[in-house]
């Protein structure tokens, strides 16, 4: 017989993913410094980070906006937070294909070898 967890549980598990995702979020933008940008483009003197959270991930700041649309699924359990979860995960996946061509063109060595021995968003998985 399978073990539903109660409501309780679901919503301190979104309450835990929030905060997690926002934590890595903080620490990617961090670790970026000047190499951050809203869009999809390359700063005057950009570098392939590769240190921090990025050591772990390729794009760590999706992956905590990701957790946080997640937790917020979770905790709520509403419709419009499932459907804002599904338009962010197709966000980021846009994105995430979008500054990897970029990348490439800018890093074609260094971006190989980092998307070879690194997973875009979950450690050792995706």
């Known amino acids: 017989m399978a073990v539903i967890p109660d409501i309780r549980t679901i919503q301190v598990t979104g309450i ?44 760590p700041i999706y992956t905590g906006i990701m957790l946080m649309s997640l937790g917020t699924l979770l905790f709520t359990g509403k419709l ?25 063109k800018h890093f074609p060595a260094g971006y190989t070898e980092y998307k070879n021995s690194t997973k875009a968003l979950i450690p050792f998985l995706w």
């Open 16 to 59: 835990i993913l929030t905060i997690a995702g926002l934590i890595i979020a903080i620490m990617a933008r961090r670790t970026l410094a000047g190499n951050w940008s809203g869009n999809i483009e390359l700063k005057k003197g950009h570098e392939l980070i590769r240190t921090g959270v990025y050591k772990h991930t390729r794009h």
């Open 80 to 104: 419009s937070a499932f459907i804002f979860f599904i338009v962010i995960t197709a966000f980021m996946l846009f994105k995430i294909k979008e500054e990897g061509e970029l990348l490439m």
